[in-house]
Each structure stands twice: as structure tokens, then as C-alpha cells.
């Protein structure tokens, strides 16, 4: 392991004990030189993680507020998603995934997989792009617009499959489709032959926290009626996690059913 990074946590652990150290006090109780201690010290308070009072004493930064509020929500999440994910393999036979955002990509937190002998197996922890597959491309599209511009820019658009967006005006596109829609739907782009639904999270701020999604073979996804049940069921899950979450509870069903048999549709949500 590396050697700073070790020497780094050695200093950030002596604080879950104690509320301020002094310098010495830090180099006493990490057994560090006068040199390795006040450098390590000053580049944790310029990155954040510790902070210094106006007698010199350093402190845990608040940084650690910020990531204790996220890790503490992310694990809400989980806990509050996956009887609703067990409850969507029972209901329509398919795995349920649930994603994070994490930067410029999806990262897969949980999952319920399907019965069915012929499944798309995906790893917790499992990474990938946000432009690509219905649900990474959820957290994109529900996330600030000058921030997504932002990341949209910087992609490369690699292609991943047979049916990765080819190019940012395809991917804008399909944002655009996906914000009307309330929900977003892939065929073959993170994996061939595997297809995908996803419904966004949202939390008390209104802001999207993750998506969660039903995927399996293509082939299963070809039936228009069982599409269009796997959205309602799945659109219904994403809107109660979001409530248990803080959401104010705003679906209109009438409404939901309208854009769900509207999009379907549109030439894009079918297997050409």
C-alpha cells in the first residue's frame, strides 16, 4: 500500500478520539518526525480534511460532514430500495439493478437478480459510463443542466456495444426523451443483446440520488404489453423509494400511463 496515503490515515484516525491536536501532540501519537508530520498535516488541511484553529490546533474538516451526510444517504437508498426491488423481480421476472452516480459514471450499489435461467449478470460495484445503458444515463439526465452539459463535453463516447449513443447530439437527444418521459429504456448499449428500463430517485431536495432499473435479455423485452407493465411497476417503485427518501408525492398515474403508451410509441423505445 502506499506509504503517504497510510501515514495520512495514520494522522486522520487519532482524531476520531480526540477533538484537537497540536502539532506535537500529532507526532506523539503517530510516532512521525517533526518534517513528515507538518507536511502531512498542512496538505490534509489544504485538501480539506482538517482544519486549523486560531491557536494553531488542528481539527477534523468538515469535509467528513459532507461525506458522512452522502455515505449515510447512499445507505438509506439501499435499504429503502431493495423491498421494492424484490417486489419488481416477483412482479415481472427481471433483475433490478440500483445506481449511483459517482463523478462522470454509474456505479451499481445493489441488486435482486431474476429466476430465469437466461439473465444479463451484472456485479455489484460494477462501473459504467454515463451515456450508456438506460439506467447510468438516468442519473444523467435528471442531474443539473449546466452540470451535465458539463460532463456531456467531456465524454469520449466510447462504444461499448452495438447501440452506445454514437455522438453527444444522439446522446441530448435521448436526454431530452428521457426528461419528457419520466423513465428511459436501452437495447444492446453497455452489453449486446441485453435490454434495460430505468426510473430516476429523487430525494427531499427534489435532487436525483439514483436510478433503478429492470434488465435482462433482449429477447424478453420485445413484447409490447410486458414492457409497458415492467415501466408502470417499475415508474411506481422509483416514485415510493423517492418518497420514503423525503419526495413530495407528485406522480399522477393518469399522466404516467399517457407517457408511457406515448413513448412506446416513438420508433426509439422499439427493437428495430
Not at 114 to 142: H, M
Request: proline share 3%.
Amino acid at each position: 500500500m502506499n506509504k503517504t496515503v497510510l501515514k495520512s490515515m495514520e494522522i486522520i484516525r487519532v482524531f476520531f478520539d480526540e477533538e484537537k491536536l497540536t502539532l506535537f501532540q500529532i507526532m506523539e501519537k503517530t510516532e512521525l518526525p517533526k518534517t513528515s508530520a507538518y507536511r502531512m498535516a498542512e496538505s490534509l488541511l489544504e485538501l480539506g480534511f482538517l482544519d486549523k484553529d486560531k491557536d494553531g490546533a488542528y481539527r477534523l474538516g468538515l469535509i467528513f460532514l459532507s461525506l458522512g451526510n452522502l455515505v449515510a444517504e447512499r445507505l438509506d437508498i439501499r435499504s429503502a430500495a431493495l423491498p421494492y426491488m424484490k417486489n419488481l423481480r416477483k412482479e415481472t421476472g427481471e433483475a433490478v439493478n440500483l445506481v449511483i452516480r459517482d463523478a462522470d459514471e454509474a456505479v451499481y450499489i445493489e441488486k435482486v437478480d431474476t429466476q430465469e435461467r437466461v439473465r444479463v449478470y451484472t456485479q455489484i460495484g460494477r462501473r459504467a459510463p454515463l451515456y450508456g445503458g438506460a439506467c447510468p444515463r438516468i442519473l444523467l439526465s435528471f442531474i443539473d443542466h449546466q452540470e451535465r452539459e458539463r460532463l456531456i463535453d467531456s465524454f469520449e463516447m466510447l462504444p461499448y456495444a452495438e447501440r452506445t449513443p454514437k455522438d453527444k447530439d444522439e446522446l441530448r437527444r435521448l436526454i431530452k426523451e428521457t426528461r419528457d418521459a419520466g423513465w428511459s429504456i436501452s437495447h444492446s448499449e453497455l452489453e449486446n443483446h441485453s435490454s434495460a428500463i430505468a426510473a430516476p430517485i429523487f430525494n427531499h431536495k427534489g435532487d436525483i440520488v439514483a436510478g433503478i432499473s429492470l434488465v435482462g435479455p433482449e429477447v424478453r423485452f420485445l413484447d409490447e404489453a410486458h414492457v409497458k407493465n415492467m415501466i408502470t411497476k417499475l415508474t411506481e417503485a422509483a416514485h415510493h423509494i423517492s418518497i420514503e427518501l423525503g419526495a413530495k408525492k407528485t406522480v399522477d398515474s393518469t399522466r404516467q400511463e399517457e407517457k408511457i403508451m406515448k413513448k412506446l410509441d416513438k420508433k426509439h423505445y422499439k427493437i428495430n
